[in-house]
């Protein structure tokens, strides 16, 4: 029996999408540009392991979609893309066969010319977009000592942290985060960042990750460890998913012993009604594209001085309340609220 092959329906609502065999890596690199209507197409590359290629492009196509509304919510005259470079199960990416890889995406990017920026996502970092730059102009978070602006991932967790702080003023009445129960789930560097900033201000954390090591993380700030499977069923006020996305199947949903969910996380939701599962549950829901933005933010924001891009990502809260504000007075979810501000902005 052949394959079922993936239908065109998850294309229809991109410009672009560009797959290609990297010449010298041999590798399959994914480019999906989802909306330039606000500017060119900013989103970060992703290494990953996927079962197959359209699996691989599947994520390609939520993550640029994700892009879009992040970019345009951050006020960015930038549009949603994405990339993907395909790793097999249990693949490594290192050595010659890494700056091959990298090589690659740089000639993927520079035939769109211009349509597409790459910069940082998971599995990638600066040096890899100094590889890119040899060969396009289109990337950004390139080293601070080659002229970019380093890693942002410690503007993403700044952002998340206003965002959190604005949860919590809505589920307990005030901002602190002193005395509240919170878990993180995913301890790479912004999931690290945001546990170390909230252990320092008093939080009682729960932490988790799928690499065991990150236990000497959670010894050094007193936090309890726990598996990632059962995370969701510690009792939280605020539950911060901080790795891969589909974290919120509909089984852990219903399984949530949280008041509110805020984390950098992308596609945290597995299934499209994700969230009205969760409001109906009395959860607050905060969009991960809207509360992860930091990083775009200070890559994106390029003729802003450094203080100006803080301040805006400072107000990613403010942001967060208006979507808030809106799914209470609607009576949507805020998704919904927030999906509504990406349309009306897109419609101007």
């Known amino acids: 029996m052949l394959a079922e092959r993936p239908t065109l329906a998850p294309f229809l ?3 672009k999408v560009n797959i ?11 480019v999906a540009v989802h909306s330039t209507k606000l500017g060119p197409a900013l989103g970060g590359c992703r290494v990953w392991s996927y079962g197959d290629w359209s699996e691989a492009l599947a994520d390609a196509l939520r993550l640029s979609r994700g892009m879009t509304s992040k970019n345009a919510l951050a006020g960015l005259d930038l549009g949603g893309g994405k990339s993907v470079i395909v790793l097999e199960p249990g693949q490594q990416l290192t050595g010659e066969l ?23 996502d998971v599995g990638t970092t600066a040096a890899d977009m ?3 730059s040899e060969l396009t102009e289109h990337a950004v978070g390139l080293p601070a000592d080659q002229g970019g602006l380093g890693d942002p991932g410690e ?8 965002a959190l702080r604005e949860t919590l003023r809505r589920t307990h009445g005030t901002p602190d985060a ?12 912004v999931g690290s960042a945001l546990a170390t900033r909230l252990a320092g201000e008093g939080a009682i954390l729960t932490l988790s990750d799928i690499n065991d090591q990150k236990q000497a993380l959670a010894r050094e700030l007193g936090a309890d460890w726990v598996a990632p499977a059962d ?3 510690v009792p939280a006020d605020v539950f911060m998913p901080a790795g891969v996305g589909g974290m919120l199947s509909p089984r852990v949903i219903d399984e949530l012993d949280t008041s509110a969910v805020v984390g950098p996380a992308n596609n945290q939701l597995a299934e499209a009604d994700g969230a009205e599962q969760l409001a109906a549950r009395g959860i607050l829901y905060a969009p991960d594209y809207l509360v992860n933005a930091g990083g775009v933010l200070y890559l994106g924001a390029k003729d802003d001085s450094i203080e100006d891009r803080i301040a ?16 209470a007075s609607q009576g949507i979810t805020t998704v919904e609220a927030a999906d509504n501000l990406v349309n009306a902005l897109l419609r101007k």
Not at 20 to 30: C, V
């Open 178 to 189: 002193a005395g509240r129960k919170i878990t993180i789930v995913g301890l790479g560097h």
């Open 155 to 162: 503007y993403t967790a700044r952002g998340v942290y206003s």
């Open 312 to 327: 805006r990502i400072d107000a990613i809260g403010d942001t967060l309340a208006r979507v808030f504000d809106e799914a």
């Open 98 to 120: 890494r700056r091959n890889a990298f090589l690659d995406l740089g000639d993927a990017v520079e035939a769109l010319g211009g349509a597409y920026l790459t910069a940082e």
């Open 20 to 30: 290609s065999t990297g010449k010298r890596s041999g590798l399959t690199i994914i």
């Open 231 to 233: 995370a969701h069923r």
């Open 13 to 15: 609502d991109h410009e």
């Open 130 to 132: 100094a590889v890119v």
